[in-house]
């Protein structure tokens, strides 16, 4: 027999996707080839198919009375014979054939022949089929770990990779992703006064677009608190500089604080994020701020409030997953526990004791449903080395805490500043004119040196009294090399011109108080000035 | 106290001519500084007092300026007297040297009195 096979038409049963099959031209001899028919598609619910599953053998087209839109273009095409191809009860393709070369009718033996081949091919044809659909399956599945491993390796090079370590507190955090890599992220920045940035944040989103978004979230956070001190002003920068990039229906929800270690002082603003709370000697108090998560409208206002700490307060910074965990029972663990909780909390580990109480909440063989986060922050005390010094005990104070934008002449305003800070102290008036002089200085060189006289980079300056000690600290942004030892400059290779007339500033400063501390890191510098007050 | 404006007027004196310093001595004096002592040495006055009396501010660049007076009246051999400074800057000019080159008198009579 000679036959052309127009069509392999089959059906992928398991997802009801219909697939045409590359047209096979089978010939004999030289007799040129027909022109190849186009494929035909059948649709799922075409009567054609009912009928074909429950037929036995081929099928002559011209013999057909059914009303089919699939079967008038068969017979359009050409088509003479259609045999079905069944396996384990389910249709899984139609062999197609049009006219024999020879122009006669299919005899019964072709018949025959042809539902051999059909029931030989079936199987074939189906097990082709699976072969195909599971590497599909697998190829997903690669796909779908592939996009895993780069979340959670963005995640897990942006979480911090070590914690703060400052005199008189602990801070502890603990992160566990659920199953897929969720966009819970916290962070914590020194800034150049010395406070600590503590950040905790969540992406609505999972995999890689919600890593991206936390990438993005948490670069913005750092750069705006290089040059924004408010919590509130952080977060509306931020806020809108991620508005017009964020993906549609995807926003951040965030909580910035700002904590004085030297203070216990605590100053925060929330977009939308849960809320905090304290725990310690006073009970357990909720840090209420409102504002709309990041990402969802510009222009948005961030109402800042304030909590100072004593001795033994812990603060809890935490997200979604503690107190939406569910119980076998399907009861969720929630805020009134967690407050319960919290109440109940002694020691000094709050993290260990939460993680306790949401493992018996849960129990055993929990599948965790979103990331857990928990950040916490506790004041132990003044640091023991001051308590150890007799002439360093006593509080705290914090006369000043502001900057000043590096321009030419705003080293007056910085000196004139302090010295209405320090007014209260009735410092003598030589040693408040020395102490003056070498603020103007230090901040001078800060603006000039350290900041290159760019007014976008502000030079920070705060006065705080501990004990005895007045310490006035002048931050700018040069940080990496140090700045040059202090040494005494020659006035008469100066006059001489044998040196420039310049280069009284380092000297001055260490001239005019007890002590002048330098601190340098990779991005700021610091100079320390000193006066004893208890020889005043 | 805010920046007060530079000012540096000449006042003849006999032979000598007093230069009496205004304001604040940083950067911004530079120039007017340096053309008043410039005025001075052209009228070749010897020696040339610096009244410090209504000076309120001096940095770290308003030393550097008066060293660079200093040196150029040393050059020429021309005596540069002082006075009028705050007990502050007394001190500040005696750190840093200035008051072994330049003589520092209480007010304006005693040091035209260390002329005479």
Redesign the interface.
């Known amino acids: 027999m000679i036959a052309q096979i127009t069509a392999l038409w089959q059906r992928f049963t398991t997802n009801n996707s219909e697939q045409a099959g590359e047209p096979v031209v089978a010939t004999s001899d030289s007799t040129p080839p027909a022109a190849v028919l186009p494929p035909v598609d059948i649709a799922p619910n075409d009567p054609l198919l009912a009928y074909l599953l429950h037929v036995n053998g081929p099928v002559e087209v011209e013999r057909l009375k059914l009303d089919s839109p699939a079967l008038e273009s068969l017979k359009a095409a050409g088509t003479r014979l259609l045999v079905p191809l069944v396996s384990q009860g389910e249709l899984i393709g139609v062999l197609n054939l049009g006219s024999r070369r020879s122009d006669q009718e299919y005899s019964s033996d072709d018949r025959k022949l042809l539902a051999d081949l059909a029931t030989q091919a079936a199987p074939a044809v189906r097990v082709a089929q699976l072969v195909r659909q599971q590497k599909l399956e697998a190829a997903e599945r690669e796909r779908v770990a592939q996009e895993l491993k780069v979340a959670r390796l963005i995640q897990q090079t942006l979480l911090p990779q070590s914690l703060p370590e400052i005199d008189g507190w602990q801070v502890a955090a603990y992160y566990q992703p659920a199953r897929a890599v969720g966009g819970d992220f916290y962070d914590f920045r020194t800034l150049p006064d010395g406070r600590l940035a503590i950040i905790i944040g969540d992406v609505t989103d999972k995999g890689v677009p919600a890593a991206l978004v936390m990438a993005t979230t948490r670069t913005l956070l750092r750069a705006a608190s290089e040059r924004l001190v408010s919590p509130g002003a952080v977060l509306e920068r931020v806020n809108d500089l991620l508005h017009p990039d964020i993906p549609a229906r995807m926003f951040v929800t965030c909580l910035y604080a700002v904590l004085d270690p030297a203070t216990g002082h605590l100053v925060y603003a929330n977009a939308g994020h849960d809320l905090p709370y304290t725990t310690g000697p006073s009970g357990v108090i909720e840090l209420e701020a409102r504002g709309m998560p990041l990402g969802l409208m510009p222009g948005m206002h961030y109402e800042e409030k304030e909590v100072t700490l004593a001795p033994g307060d812990t603060v809890l910074f935490y997200s979604d997953g503690l107190v939406e965990a569910h119980d076998p029972e399907r009861e969720m663990y929630g805020f009134p526990k967690l407050r319960e909780e919290l109440a109940g909390f002694e020691g000094d580990d709050l993290v260990t004791y939460l993680l306790d109480t949401l493992h018996a909440f849960t129990g055993p063989g929990w599948e965790q449903e979103d990331d857990v986060t928990l950040v916490t922050v506790r004041y132990d005390g003044p640091s023991s080395v001051q308590r150890e010094d007799p002439v360093q005990k006593g509080e705290v104070a914090l006369l000043a805490n502001f900057e000043v934008p590096s321009a030419?002449?705003n080293?007056?305003r910085a000196m004139?500043q302090i010295a209405e800070a320090v007014a209260s102290l009735d410092l003598p008036p030589?040693c408040l004119?020395?102490l003056k002089?070498a603020v103007?200085?230090a901040t001078?060189n800060a603006m000039e040196h350290g900041n290159q006289y760019r007014e976008d980079l502000p030079v920070h300056i705060r006065a705080e009294v501990e004990g005895t000690r007045l310490r006035v600290s002048i931050t700018d942004h040069g940080g990496g090399a140090q700045i040059p030892e202090a040494t005494t400059?020659d006035?008469d290779l100066?006059?001489?011109?044998l040196e420039?007339?310049?280069?009284?500033?380092l000297?001055?400063i260490k001239?005019m108080v007890d002590e002048m501390n330098v601190h340098t890191d990779d991005e700021h510098h610091t100079v320390e000035l000193v006066v004893n007050l208890d020889k005043t | 106290m805010e920046h007060k404006t530079f000012g540096a007027n000449l006042r003849p004196m006999g032979d000598s001519v007093i230069i009496d310093l205004s304001g604040d001595i940083d950067a911004a004096a530079e120039e007017a500084l340096n053309a008043a002592y410039a005025q001075a040495e052209a009228a070749g006055a010897d020696p040339v007092l610096l009244n410090f009396s209504d000076v309120g501010y001096i940095n770290s660049t308003g030393i550097a300026l008066i060293v660079g007076l200093l040196a150029q009246a040393r050059k020429r051999h021309r005596q540069l007297v002082t006075y009028g400074l705050s007990d502050h800057y007394q001190e500040i000019f005696r750190i840093t040297r200035l008051s072994d080159f330049m003589g520092m008198y209480a007010d304006e009579a005693s040091a035209l009195q260390r002329d005479r």
Do not use: H
Request: cysteine-free; aromatic content about 8%.
């Open positions: 030419p002449g080293e007056r004139n030589d004119e020395k002089t103007a200085e001078m400059p006035i100066k006059l001489a011109g420039s007339p310049r280069g009284w500033g000297f001055l001239s």
